[in-house]
């Protein structure tokens, strides 16, 4: 390994949080961003619907709070809350400033923004950009717009594989080439080096990788939470895992997704009789809130006699006074790639794992509980979202909670000289590590795979106790298959991405086990009711061998 690096400020994830964070930090120091891919390859880039932002005044906030606490079923830390819709406006207001171009009345650039509604929205509130690539809109102007920073470097196709830790303060952490199988001996030069920083950011995203039907892309493997939860940092709130709805059910198509504006904009779920089913569940209907919506149709779906799933359909052949193809171009392009159109078919759906409302516990400044070491964005949590994340909320959270993190260590490090002194070099290995060569790598997959299948049986929409202990007696064997890979003195990115899964696998099922009720994305079926004497709490995990989950009041 080559000689310790230094930077003001190391960010691990190059998404909404992470960018905002290096923005708001690069007047004040060196920057380094890793991405475990290319620039843009990050759920931030994948989101459809827009980001929902109250701009209408002190009552248009208001009611963002209390949707916001609506929509996450009693748990949401509603101090976190305020922070997100008070702070929203100003910084979707920045973001515009730096080029965003949010879609507009008439297409005028100065026209008046175009809002849609989504579930669990008292009105209509989300912008969006180009239709249904909002995410990619908001990525594209962070990264021309921190690409211009001369303080901003940017290492791609890297991955952060490990946190160093002195005196109870995270100092450092090791990087290593995301390409290693291609890269040849991974102790080639460039492949691995130790970075120090004044402060570590985490903001690399979530984890819908741990599910085989995920709306996620490839690259969401819960890295940064595994990193945290290894060094040492608590995790709160694992077991509430978002399944968003709406996901294309088509054989042998990956789980594109079908965004909530389509019902925002009045889609119509339908069963296999044709029926409209929603009143049956909540009186919103479609617009309920999306934990609601997602098990609605998880049962629509179940066979009834034989086991065999049925199909469950977004209809939008009623919709009159919308250009669907306009309003819609990336969805409806996918879409009729697979001879389907919004306007014309009945589109079958069924959930997918979407977005994790848990992950490293923060405070409302991205202060996790190791000094040194910061977290923003879906890798974070700060209760804002509590038990069920309001639509549209995700991109806002990353914005604002990117930039208070940013402070934070600004703050936190001014008083931290920028020397190497304190970081030793790691301990030489006397050899280069080879890669894994094909055949395991393709042995690790086939792991990954039985994780991610064993992860939507046992820990999915529908959950029991026996169910649960059942995922823990497999993840732990799959754990010990993996092991012997790690103890060769090799190493890849697949094998990575495996450790990481099984230790947010963990987590998820760990802390699902031990609340023993029903809240927003956690549904327990043989605990079905909402306790609020005992679990109106937060859960708390932290990596200390016993995988005991503790309940707090924030």
């Not at 080559?2 to 960010?11: P, Q, R, W």
């Not at 009945?346 to 977005?355: E, G």
């Not at 490293?360 to 974070?380: H, N, P, Q, V």
């Amino acid at each position: 390994m080559s000689e310790v690096e230094f930077t003001d400020y190391l960010i691990i994830g190059a998404g909404v949080a992470g960018l905002r964070a290096a923005i708001e930090l690069a007047d004040h120091g060196d920057v380094l961003v890793v991405t475990k891919e290319s620039l843009g390859e990050s759920n931030t880039h994948y989101a459809q619907g827009g980001i929902a932002v109250a701009t209408e005044g002190q009552q248009d906030v208001a009611l963002h709070l209390e949707d916001t606490v609506a929509a996450g079923d009693g748990l949401v830390h509603r101090p976190a809350a305020a922070v997100l819709v008070e702070e929203g406006p100003l910084r979707v207001a920045e973001l515009i400033e730096w080029g965003a171009g949010f879609d507009r009345v008439n297409d005028q650039p100065n026209g008046q923004l175009l809002r849609t509604r989504e579930a669990a929205h008292s009105h209509p509130r989300i912008l969006h950009a180009n239709g249904d690539a909002t995410g990619a809109e908001i990525s594209r102007s962070l990264v021309a717009f921190a690409r211009n920073h001369p303080r901003i470097r940017f290492a791609e196709w890297t991955m952060a594989t490990n946190l160093v830790v002195a005196d109870g303060r995270v100092i450092a952490a090791d990087l290593a080439s995301a390409q290693l199988a291609s890269a040849g001996p991974m102790g080639a030069a460039g492949a691995f080096r130790r970075v120090s920083a004044r402060a570590i950011l985490i903001a690399s995203g979530g984890a819908g990788q741990v599910y085989s039907d995920t709306t996620n892309p490839a690259v969401a493997t819960g890295d940064g939470i595994a990193l945290a939860a290894r060094a040492g940092a608590e995790l709160a709130d694992m077991e509430f895992y978002q399944f968003h709805p709406t996901a294309l059910s088509l054989p042998g198509v990956p789980r594109f997704l079908l965004s909530e504006a389509l019902r925002g904009e009045g889609a119509y779920l339908r069963n296999d009789r044709g029926e409209r089913f929603m009143e049956r569940y909540h009186a919103s209907l479609e617009l309920a809130p999306r934990d609601v919506v997602a098990r609605a149709i998880a049962r629509e779906g179940m066979g009834l006699d034989s086991g065999e799933s049925r199909p469950v359909y977004l209809d939008m052949r009623h919709v009159q006074g919308v250009d669907l193809t306009l309003r819609f171009p990336g969805i409806s392009r996918f879409l009729a790639a697979h001879g389907l159109s919004l306007g014309a078919d009945l589109i079958p759906v069924r959930p997918a794992a979407h977005y994790l409302m848990g992950g490293i516990r923060t405070d409302l400044c991205g202060r996790t509980s190791l000094s040194g070491l910061y977290a923003a964005g879906e890798a974070a949590c700060t209760g804002v979202h509590g038990a069920n994340r309001l639509a549209s909320n995700s991109l806002l959270e990353g914005l604002v909670f990117g930039a208070r993190a940013a402070k934070s260590m600004l703050e936190d490090a001014a008083g931290i000289a920028p020397t190497l002194a304190s970081v030793a070099p790691p301990v030489s290995r006397g050899k280069s590590m080879e890669t894994i060569d094909a055949g395991d790598e393709s042995l690790l997959g086939e792991f990954i795979q039985q994780l991610q299948r064993m992860m939507w049986r046992t820990a999915g929409l529908l959950r029991h106790d026996l169910t649960l202990r059942e995922g823990i007696s497999e993840r732990d064997a799959i754990e010990t298959s993996v092991h012997r890979f790690a103890q060769q003195d090799r190493s890849s990115r697949v094998l990575f991405e495996a450790q990481s899964l099984l230790a947010v696998s963990r987590a998820i099922l760990h802390s699902g086990l031990a609340r023993t009720e029903s809240r927003g994305a956690h549904f327990r079926e043989d605990h079905p009711r909402r306790d609020d004497a005992e679990f109106r709490k937060h859960s708390v995990l932290a990596e200390n061998g016993t995988e005991q989950t503790s309940f707090a009041a924030w």
